[in-house]
């Protein structure tokens, strides 16, 4: 499985994003499928998860009600919108997939990651 993020950029405080991540090389639509983001000098932290059917999402307390997470299966795409951003949001964002469709929070569970994507909120 190959994923790519994109939707990243540079944003004004209070300002929207939405980050999409493609699949491909096989599909990902029974996997679990997660987003993580890092800030320079910080280790890799859990932002959002969302299961195989998209019936069940798990968020960080740091995103719970500006972040929606959410996947379309005919794409074999997986959404993460952003809203209410805050210069604490900067990070570079990425994509990961479980394919036992689990939705944990430790980034070691997953098993393929995309090559991440820039996420630059201003003050």
């Known amino acids: 499985v190959q994923l790519q993020a994109s939707g990243g950029g540079l944003v004004q405080a209070g300002g929207s994003l939405r980050l999409s991540c493609a699949a491909s090389g096989r599909t990902v639509s029974s996997a679990g499928m997660g987003w993580f983001r890092q800030a320079p000098g910080k280790e890799r932290e859990f932002v959002a998860a969302?299961?195989?059917?998209?019936?069940?999402?798990s968020y960080a307390d740091s995103v719970k009600g500006r972040f929606t997470i959410s996947r379309d299966n005919a794409k074999n795409t997986v959404y993460l919108q952003m809203n209410s951003l805050k210069p604490e949001d900067t990070a570079v964002y990425y994509c990961a997939c479980n394919r036992a469709g689990g939705i944990p929070t430790i980034p070691r569970l997953y098993d393929y990651w995309g090559p991440g994507t820039q996420v630059t909120v201003s003050s």
């Open positions: 969302i299961n195989w059917s998209g019936t069940v999402s």
